[in-house]
């Protein structure tokens, strides 16, 4: 059965960095785009961004660009989030999304507090 599993999230000052990690077993990594959502407090899900399988393009929202970095490492079937700069407005829970042509993957959410 296919499984996304998220980590890495926590309590960080503005300013601080951290590194979410999900892991996807149970699927044929390779073959499905990968990519992070997240839902704030009193907010709707939105997305964050997404690394393609088919040509390893990445996309980000406007909101994280130039500070949150994805990459994908297929021999450990693990897609990383680097946050760096993280803002009080990163607070959320942060998904991650295994979505090939015919399904979809989600996990369960880690969440990242960022503090004053």
């Known amino acids: 059965q296919a499984q996304v599993s998220e980590s890495g999230g926590g309590l960080v000052q503005a300013g601080g960095s951290l590194r979410l990690s999900c892991t996807a077993s149970?699927?044929?990594?390779?073959?499905?785009?990968m990519a992070w959502f997240r839902q704030g407090p009193g907010k709707e899900q939105e997305f964050v961004a997404s690394h393609v399988h088919k040509d390893g393009s990445t996309y980000y929202a406007d909101s994280v660009k130039g500070r949150f970095t994805i990459s994908r490492d297929i021999a450990k079937n693990t897609v990383y989030l680097q946050m760096n700069n993280l803002k009080l407005e990163d607070t959320a829970v942060y998904y991650c999304?295994?979505?090939?042509?015919?399904?979809?993957?989600w996990g369960q959410g880690t969440q990242v507090t960022v503090s004053s």
């Open positions: 149970g699927l044929t990594f390779n073959q499905y785009t």
């Open positions: 999304d295994a979505i090939s042509d015919y399904d979809t993957c």
